[in-house]
């Protein structure tokens, strides 16, 4: 009996890499899917042993206090942030942005996404946050990055970001996030705070 053949109809697991890419294939769970982990010169992207790293794309939404309004979740003002498109982002010190994944999800009924981030970031003091990926949630994920450094810090677009860990449920759920029609269902691109 092959690893192939030993995971197979075996669930409440995390996803390995074969397992990850047959989900890619058969859901269209990652698009676009890198196969491989691609590493050279570039902060990592793309199947790892048991997770996917995911590249953050080069749109960003970068937090400023010029207007002085509370940052209020249920009545977010839209203009605390400034637009940018480049293949850099500069975060300000003690700020964040919003970026957004490259890669386009849909998270099959029984499997749920966890996100963390990149070693290499969190090394700068760059963290990022990112909520799981629900059970047939679909779109793009929005990227919290927070710049926790007394220092400007930068981040590199179509380059990875943080890694997701796909977890495969030993039961069904009976409503889905698709079910509940979620608020953040099919989002394009960056998507602010609502309610």
């Known amino acids: 009996m092959g690893p192939r053949d030993s995971g197979t ?5 995390i996803l390995v890499d074969w397992e990850i890419r047959e989900y890619a294939q058969k859901y269209h769970m990652i698009e676009p899917f890198e196969d491989r982990l691609v590493r050279q010169g570039v902060i990592s992207y793309g199947l ?3 997770g996917y790293d995911i590249r953050v794309a080069d749109e960003f939404k970068i937090f ?3 207007n002085t309004t509370v940052v209020d979740p249920k009545h977010f003002d839209a203009r605390s942030f400034i637009d940018i498109k480049a293949d850099v982002c500069i975060i300000p010190p003690n700020s964040f942005a919003l970026g957004r994944s490259l890669e386009y999800f849909r998270i099959p009924r029984t499997v749920l996404g966890i996100c ?3 070693s290499t970031y969190a090394r700068c003091g760059i963290v990022v946050n990112i909520t ?4 047939e949630w679909e779109g793009h994920l929005t990227i919290e990055i927070s710049n926790t450094t007394p220092l400007p810090a930068k981040i590199y677009s179509n380059e990875g970001i943080a890694q997701v ?3 495969a449920s030993e039961q069904v759920c009976e409503v889905s996030y698709a079910d509940r029609g979620g608020k953040y269902q099919f989002q394009q691109g960056i998507t602010i705070p609502r309610v």
């Open 132 to 135: 799981p990926l629900e059970c």
């Open 9 to 13: 109809g075996q669930r409440g697991r």
């Open 116 to 118: 963390i981030g990149k």
């Open 165 to 167: 860990i796909f977890l």
């Open 64 to 66: 400023t206090n010029i």
């Open 48 to 50: 790892s042993s048991m």
